[in-house]
């Protein structure tokens, strides 16, 4: 059975960092693409970062600011978020998906196993 399951939300000030872990099992972590998204309320859920095979990605919104990474050992990938702004106020999903030839990373329909979210509240 696939799981992953988010930790690591909370509330912040504006400027402050929080970081996010997505700890995956059920399947072969290696062969497949990790991403982030997030939903604020009324908003549609958004790419926010994804990584695979050694190779991120990141919404124009976060770049400079969020940092994604792995730990292949342990199945988990992070993402550290720093310079946190009320705008990223959202519940953070990880999704996973086993990324075929052409696909578009930041896109939440290419993605087939969901986490239930974590909140991220950002206060200004």
């Known amino acids: 059975e696939v799981q992953l399951v988010e930790s690591g939300g909370g509330l912040v000030q504006a400027g402050g960092s929080l970081r996010l872990s997505c700890a995956a099992s059920g399947f072969t972590f290696d062969d497949y693409a990790i991403g982030w998204f997030r939903q604020a309320p009324g908003k549609e859920r958004e790419g926010v970062s994804c990584i695979t095979d050694g190779s991120t990605y990141y919404a124009d919104s976060v770049k400079g600011r969020f940092t994604i990474s792995s730990d292949n050992a342990k199945n988990t990938v992070y993402l550290q978020m720093n310079s946190l702004k009320p705008e990223d106020t959202a519940v953070y999903y990880c999704?996973?998906?086993?990324?075929?030839?052409?696909?578009?990373?930041?896109?939440?329909?290419?993605?087939?196993?969901w986490g239930q979210g974590t909140q991220v509240t950002v206060s200004s």
């Open positions: 999704a996973a998906v086993a990324p075929p030839g052409s696909w578009f990373p930041l896109i939440r329909e290419e993605y087939r196993y």
